[in-house]
């Protein structure tokens, strides 16, 4: 399978769990699956600006670095997902969680891991040297991990019948660790733009022979 399905797939796997992750995180009033659901969401237009992107590296005209420059956008969209959560994790820990229905949460979460995980599986190791490639890889494992942290503490919830700050914790949690690997690839995408554009071409022939 080219990157080009390969992406492809993923972004529509992406695209149905935004749906289901928002609405039952509006009717759960959980913060983690609203973030998962956001950060799907930052991940399904990362997916698809790498997609262009790849597209446009292998075209005559196009930028070499395209896709460099496409996993550049997506770790900072991520970045910027991941504050958002921060600051609102931080609001409810001070200010007290609402009630949160585990049961949902758990059951939507659980489905939104084994989804990442078929991600992961489809990605595979194709482009483990395409930066581009590894910032939708670690899109995907963030996402898993995440899912698998906010299933938890639904489970946790639903046996306590409480503990709803776990949930806002939880949250805080998985947004400080996407963030810490954000900022590393930022910081390596910028390093490899820094590099010898010959380095650059080398890359685009060897996108065009992908195809």
């Known amino acids: 399978m080219t990157k080009d399905k390969r992406l492809g797939l993923v972004l529509a796997l992406n695209g149905t769990m935004v749906v289901a992750l928002v609405v039952v995180g509006l009717a759960s009033h959980s913060l983690g699956v609203l973030a998962a659901g956001v950060d799907y969401l930052g991940d399904a237009a990362g997916v698809a600006l790498s997609l262009v992107a790849l597209r446009m590296s292998r075209h005559r005209h196009g930028h070499p670095r395209a896709t460099s420059y496409a996993a550049l956008a997506n770790a900072t969209f991520l970045l910027l997902v991941t504050a958002v959560v921060i600051v609102e994790a931080l609001k409810r820990l001070i200010g007290g969680a609402p009630h949160v229905a585990g049961l949902p949460v758990v059951i939507v979460s659980l489905i939104a891991g084994a ?34 942290g ?53 890359g685009q022939a060897s996108a065009r022979g992908d195809r």
């Open 115 to 148: 989804v990442m995980a078929l991600c992961a599986l489809v990605i595979g190791t194709v482009g483990s040297e395409d930066l581009n490639m590894r910032s939708v890889m670690l899109d995907t494992l963030a996402d898993g991990a995440s899912a698998a």
């Open 150 to 202: 906010v299933a938890l503490s639904g489970a946790i919830i639903l046996a306590a019948k409480g503990a709803y700050w776990l949930d806002s914790a939880v949250a805080l949690g998985v947004a400080v660790i996407i963030a810490y690997h954000a900022i590393k690839l930022v910081r390596e995408v910028l390093a490899h733009l820094r590099e010898d554009p010959g380095a650059g071409e080398a």
